[in-house]
């Protein structure tokens, strides 16, 4: 099985700072990559797939790239809505692994 | 509106047996893959399952492989989970969701609690 290894699990950020989450994969999944966002007692919601296509509705200063192995998420300027848990997901097979998840926490 | 609803969650001994359900409205159901998503308390993410939109091929997670059945009705837009043998690690939230390759709808989940 494909394994997914998100950094960092926790990060400290403030209103207005540029956050990036980086995940790696343990064997290429080309462009096979989503990331989403889960807030405290709701489903995940989807926010980037195909590595770095944003999905309809999402804010612009999300932003994804990579391909192969090594995937980042970018939040430009952080705002309040985004204090969350970030996860990968990879769906380069149907054995689709998500990463640990990355807690953005207020600084 | 895409609306996914889960259903059929509970209390249930370990061992025993659960099926949940996941009713779909606001899209083309058949047309769809499907899968299973679950999160114990407190922990991540765990891909569980998912069907093919005609129901022909199913593909499951090692940790729940011969224990649980994945299946749909496309003439009731409803999917379902079959949940057998169920352990106390199976203690979970589980959700269902529409795959378009990424899972880009998700059920609000209904909760499964594996206890003596």
């Known amino acids: 099985d494909i394994q997914m290894t998100q950094s960092p699990s926790t990060l400290s950020a403030s209103v207005g700072d540029r956050v990036t989450i980086t995940c790696r994969a343990s064997q290429s999944i080309n462009i096979w990559l989503a990331w989403y966002q889960q807030k405290p007692g709701k489903a995940p919601k989807l926010l980037i797939f195909k590595a770095s296509s944003l999905e309809s509705g999402v804010p612009s200063r999300f932003s994804g790239s990579g391909s192969g192995t090594e995937f980042t998420l970018t939040i430009s300027s952080l705002q309040p809505d985004d204090f969350a848990t970030y996860y990968c997901?990879?769906?380069?097979?149907?054995?689709?692994?998500f990463g640990q998840g990355t807690k953005v926490e207020i600084k | 509106e895409v609306q996914l609803l889960e259903s059929g969650g509970g209390l249930v001994q370990p061992g025993g047996s659960l099926r949940l359900s996941c009713a779909a409205s606001g899209f083309a159901f058949s047309i769809n893959d499907m899968s299973w998503v679950r999160q114990a308390l407190g922990k991540g993410l765990e891909w569980v399952s998912a069907i093919t939109n005609s129901g022909g091929s199913t593909y499951y997670s090692d940790s729940v492989k011969g224990r649980f059945t994945i299946s749909r009705d496309n003439s009731k837009n409803t999917l379902y989970l079959q949940m057998n043998s169920l352990r106390a690690e199976d203690t979970a939230v589980y959700y269902c969701a529409r795959s378009s390759g990424a899972l880009d709808s998700w059920g609000q989940g209904t909760l499964v609690t594996v206890s003596s």
């Open positions: 997901q990879q769906y380069n097979s149907y054995s689709r692994t």
